[in-house]
């Protein structure tokens, strides 16, 4: 019955900082299948966002895809691809790694869209809400006119700087069509937004965060993307608001069957909305399987510690730090080739110094731990002694910041390079 | 607050910084140390006349009545007279405006026209070939005077090879236009154009140089921003990205540093009308001070600073329009 | 304040920027042409007539002109050459450029710097008071501020000139007191009217600057904590407050010395500087001569641009290294 959307080997996003070769996601393997709803969970720094943002493909340098296939089900996309790339395809699946930027690029939106952490933060604030969704209904409009087994699909970027140009003068020639704003409109009220039509020209600041997290969610369902991700889509709002948002994803998700990826610290969204879950750390899922496997029948000592420590499941358990210790360092040459999560297991032993392979665990067919745990018993005489990691580690205080590695490291300065660096001038 | 409420609150701190202007200009004649009759005659005119010009000035009053004075006729628009030609200084400055505007709008369009696409260039393809040429350009930009630029213009295309004139400006603007308009001559204009070209490059070369910076790093700033990203994962064409929401956002800030620079705009403009020989306020200004001619000195002045209000208004109104959260804050 | 952090910072972005280099490189070489002037001029800047038989002034070194004349009706070609003596030649009365280039770096850096810490010292206390108190002592303070902003830098300066009239202030030369410098004049004259009127009109960026410092340092905990247990006002500007605004005004002051330097060449150049010792006024001088004598002009602004570039680069270094938030009028009234 179920249907496999998405089939991650192998994934590697890594950010080449000053500091060092930065492992965000390292060697990162997935499964989700279409109308599910799978959870990320891990501590700031793991990779999770990273992970997310690696999906939808924007990853920004310092930053780098460097290995893995994304495979994605779509049965047209694949038509499309298999002739000049038939390398890349696999039954009615593409690997996205292997399509060219640009139909990599027509893919955002329409089958992959995006709710970001902070919505104040993520609306262009000197344009009026409803323009901002209305450009993202006009993507799915002019996606729809132009089939993807076409090639003009992935011409999409037909919208030069010509036109926009013109459209100054020209009302014709805007990117943004009556018909968009109308439905962005409905798509606000949808939501739930009161009074749309007013409020679609007004302006962020005077939205109120909860509002503007609505309107984002709006924004990502006018693509009718077939992946929704939702990146900590509740951290920044108050309790009571992340309920609301909580319920309306939760609804929204039932009613239009769509797949979701969300990613979250915080063990209380997990439980209430998702039916697959994946513990992130250091860049790998180090546990995954259905909701009771993980959190019933759990293996990973570090699975534990994250459940040890909900205070109460819907509470706003801020930052989580279930576990003693420093956050993993991401740098490539402090993370050796051992369980990541060796310094500060309690239950780490000799056999843990070498990096375990993911094994099989009880419960479902899914249920997966990557942990020595699944397939021995804890042995103290073979436990690795108290600061032992101590005096390999080399010195302490060159970790990269695990927030910055979260976020996509931002670097001093803005290194943004452009998608077409050739880019046309003025 | 209404759009409305706060283009009156603006405009109301606009006209308190007219009057301080003023008011200020009106202490600095006052405290002008020398007696302004020997500027009008010869010192060794009898006092009688002396006397009797003193009270055409009004001079004789307590200074509070001269300041009052002072104030009413501003609100008639009445300047008084020069000093040194007797001529009313309403009329001697407003007949400088047009040479001062054309020379100031030919610079900023010449500032705009090259620095927003090398800009653009500059930032968004940061550290390649065009990158380090944008930058070495505006850097050397911002640092020359502009009236040795001037000069060495005049040097290589005036003196060393002959195609452009060295100074003056034969023609106005506004009667080239008007020949064109009734006869369609062209002749005119192209004399006027072929004039200004230099002026005009010599004074916009630093705001050229000027925009061409802001423009680059605010588009490194905001590329940096999160909602780029959001508007990327929309899947809208890299033009809308580029043009409608960063170069936008980077141009609302420095609209306002063209605002507070529109002094220096005119500053310069002085000097580049010194260096060409260029009728327009600058060189009156010029003359004003070197006569002491208090009356011309302060007209041109409170024309300035009355421009540099109410562009400045304009300004802040195009900016609350274009980014409606300044309105509330 | 200057921490560890900051100072890390700046070696950071120094090693790392061939610029700030360059800068550094440039302005040492132009602060000791202007410090050491009277030991390094060949000449003394203010003796004229160094004229070739013909009467033509000196090309600079590796150059030879030839100027057209009518004599008697017919036209006549005299070559100048150059001479050893004057590595870039003489001006147009026959003294020698490159002693009064030298001279002239002393006079444009002595205004800027001056002409900055004089705005400085009226600026900073003025803007933090503003901050600081807030309400409507800030408000009128800052509409004083903007009735400053709405006079161009030049033009305000050249009406307060017309009003003191150009003063100069002679500042004995150490080094002819000293008798290495034989020959050179015994005093530099510091315009002091241009000094003090640039001052004058370029300490409201500063104002500017100290007074949003100030706002958001105000509500700081422990400038609470410091209230809270008695200090009064004074010191908590004089020792919270100001502290704290000092990067970003150490910032302003580097990029309004290049300001000021051009704004004073301007205004040497308009003739109103008061001495002759300065790049504006010798490329005034050399206007009319651009024909027979172009380097008149060209060298002085030469001068200027490179001190102006050296600082502006020094300034970006310090504005990548500390970034603060400000805004400047930069280097514009030139
Ligand atoms: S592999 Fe060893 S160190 Fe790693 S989590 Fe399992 S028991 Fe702990």
New interface residues.
């Given amino acids: 019955m179920t249907e496999e959307l998405l089939r991650i080997n192998g994934l590697s996003t890594r950010f080449f900082t000053e500091q060092g070769q930065v492992n965000a996601v390292d060697n990162f393997d997935l499964r989700i299948d279409r109308g599910d709803v799978f959870g990320i969970v891990g501590e700031s720094g793991s990779g999770k966002s990273v992970t997310a943002r690696s999906i939808v493909d924007l990853i920004e340098s310092p930053g780098e895809i460097t290995d893995g296939e994304i495979w994605y089900n779509e049965p047209d996309l694949a038509d499309a691809v298999r002739e000049d790339r038939p390398e890349a395809v696999d039954g009615t699946f593409v690997d996205l790694r292997r399509i060219s930027p640009e139909r990599r690029r027509s893919l955002r939106g329409t089958s992959f869209s995006m709710i970001f952490q902070d919505p104040e933060s993520s609306f262009n604030p000197s344009l009026t809400v409803g323009e901002q969704i209305a450009e993202a209904v006009e993507v799915q409009r002019r996606a729809s006119a132009n089939p993807r087994s076409t090639r003009a699909r992935t011409r999409s970027e037909e919208y030069s700087l010509g036109s926009f140009v013109l459209s100054s003068f020209l009302p014709s020639k805007r990117y943004v069509t009556e018909a968009s704003r109308e439905r962005a409109i409905e798509l606000l009220e949808l939501v739930g937004i009161p009074d749309p039509v007013e409020r679609a020209d007004e302006h962020p600041h005077e939205y109120s965060g909860g509002m503007l997290q609505r309107a984002m969610i709006a924004q990502a369902l006018a693509g009718e993307p077939d992946v929704l991700v939702a990146d900590e889509p509740t951290t920044a709002l108050d309790v009571t608001i992340q309920a609301q948002v909580l319920d309306l994803l939760d609804e929204l998700q039932s009613e239009t069957g769509m797949t979701i990826l969300l990613i979250t610290h915080n063990l209380g969204v997990i439980a209430r909305m998702c039916d697959r879950v994946g513990v992130m750390y250091a860049g790998e899922i180090v546990e995954r399987g259905t909701l009771e496997d993980v959190f019933d029948d759990h293996v990973h000592p570090y699975t534990e510690g994250l459940l040890g420590s909900i205070p109460d499941i819907e509470g706003e358990a801020g930052r989580l730090q279930p576990i003693d210790g420093n956050v993993p360092s991401l740098l490539d040459h402090e993370m050796g080739d051992r369980c990541h999560f060796a310094d500060r297991c309690p239950n780490a032993m000799e056999d843990c110094l070498e990096h375990p392979p993911e094994y099989d665990a009880e419960g479902s067919n899914d249920h997966a731990v990557r942990c020595v745990l699944a397939a021995q018993e804890y042995d103290e005489r073979r436990a690795i002694p108290d600061g032992y990691f101590d005096e390999t580690r080399p010195a302490g205080d060159k970790h990269v910041d695990p927030e910055d590695a979260d976020e996509g490291p931002t670097v001093d300065e803005p290194q943004r390079p452009l998608e077409e660096p050739g880019g046309e001038s003025p | 607050m209404s759009f409305g409420k706060f283009l009156l609150k603006r405009s109301l701190q606009g006209l308190v910084v007219i009057w301080g202007v003023v008011t200020v200009l009106f202490g600095l004649r006052a405290i002008t140390p020398g007696d302004p009759v020997n500027l009008i005659v010869d010192p060794a005119v009898d006092q009688a006349t002396r006397d009797r010009i003193r009270e055409e000035l009004g001079l004789d009053q307590p200074i509070y009545v001269q300041y009052v004075d002072y104030l009413q006729d501003l609100l008639v628009g009445d300047l008084g007279y020069s000093y040194q030609s007797s001529r009313p200084v309403t009329t001697m400055v407003l007949e400088r405006v047009p040479a001062t505007l054309e020379l100031a709008v030919a610079a900023t369009v010449i500032a705009l026209v090259i620095a927003i696409p090398l800009g653009v260039i500059s930032g968004t393809r940061r550290n390649e070939p065009a990158d380090y040429g944008a930058t070495s350009f505006s850097l050397v930009g911002i640092s020359t005077p502009n009236f040795w630029l001037g000069i060495m213009l005049i040097l290589l295309l005036a003196v060393q090879i002959d195609i452009f004139p060295t100074g003056r400006r034969p023609v106005a603007f506004h009667d080239a236009l008007w020949t064109f308009l009734t006869t369609f001559y062209v002749g005119d204009l192209l004399t006027w154009l072929h004039h200004i070209i230099l002026p005009a490059v010599t004074l916009g070369t630093y705001f050229t140089a000027l925009i061409t910076r802001l423009t680059r790093s605010g588009m490194l700033d905001e590329y940096g921003k999160p909602y780029v990203t959001a508007t990327e994962a929309k899947g809208i064409p890299g033009v809308l990205i580029r043009y409608k929401h960063v170069l936008r956002n980077t141009m609302i800030p420095i609209i306002t540093v063209l605002g507070l620079q529109f002094g220096t705009l005119l500053g310069g403009a002085v000097v580049t009308e010194t260096v060409f020989s260029w009728p327009g306020l600058g060189l009156r200004l010029i003359d004003g001070i070197n006569n002491l001619d208090w009356p011309l000195i302060q007209g041109i002045i409170i024309f300035i600073g009355i421009s540099y209000v109410v562009i400045n208004i304009a300004v802040d109104a195009i900016y609350a329009k274009l980014n409606p959260r300044v309105i509330d804050e | 304040m200057i921490s560890d952090r900051i100072k890390s910072n700046l070696s950071r972005e120094f090693r790392e920027s061939l610029l700030a280099k360059v800068g550094l490189v440039l302005l040492v070489a132009i602060l000791i042409m202007g410090l050491f002037a009277p030991v390094l001029a060949t000449h003394n800047p203010h003796t004229t007539g160094y004229f070739d038989d013909d009467g033509n002034a000196y090309p600079p070194m590796g150059v030879s002109y030839d100027s057209h004349q009518w004599v008697d009706g017919e036209r006549v070609t005299y070559t100048a050459e150059p001479s050893a003596d004057h590595y870039l030649g003489t001006n147009n009365i026959g003294q020698d450029v490159f002693s009064r280039l030298l001279f002239g770096a002393r006079t444009s850096l002595m205004v800027g710097v001056f002409g900055t810490g004089l705005a400085v010292l009226i600026g900073v206390p003025f803007g933090l008071v503003s901050g600081y108190y807030g309400g409507r002592v800030d408000d009128a303070m800052m ?2 501020a ?2 400053m ?8 300066a ?6 003191m009239g150009s003063l100069t202030i002679p500042i004995p030369d150490p080094f002819v007191f000293a008798g290495v410098a034989d020959g050179m004049p015994a005093s530099t004259p510091l315009p002091g009217t241009v000094t003090l009127v640039v001052g004058l009109v370029t300490w409201v960026w500063f104002a500017r600057v100290a007074r949003g410092e100030a706002m958001s340092i105000r509500n700081e905990e422990y400038v609470k904590a410091a209230r809270s247990l008695g200090a009064n006002d004074r010191e908590i500007l004089l020792k919270h407050v100001l502290p704290n605004s000092l990067t970003p005004v150490i910032v302003l002051a580097t990029i309004q010395v ?1 300001a000021i330097i ?1 704004l004073e ?2 205004l040497s ?2 003739g ?1 500087s008061g001495t002759t010792l300065s790049w ?1 006024y010798e ?2 001088q ?2 009319d001569y ?2 027979t004598a ?1 380097w008149v ?2 060298v002085p ?1 030469i001068g ?2 490179l001190s ?2 050296s600082i ?2 020094l300034g970006d270094w310090l504005r990548d290294s500390l970034d603060p938030n400000i ?1 400047g ?6």
């Fill in positions: 509409r004083v903007d009735i902003l709405a006079f161009p830098s030049l033009v305000l050249l009406a307060l000139i017309g009003v290049a051009l060449s301007s150049y308009l109103f504006g490329i005034q050399g206007q651009l024909r172009w002009s060209t602004g200027i641009v102006v570039i502006n680069l805004e009028e930069g280097g514009g009234a030139g």
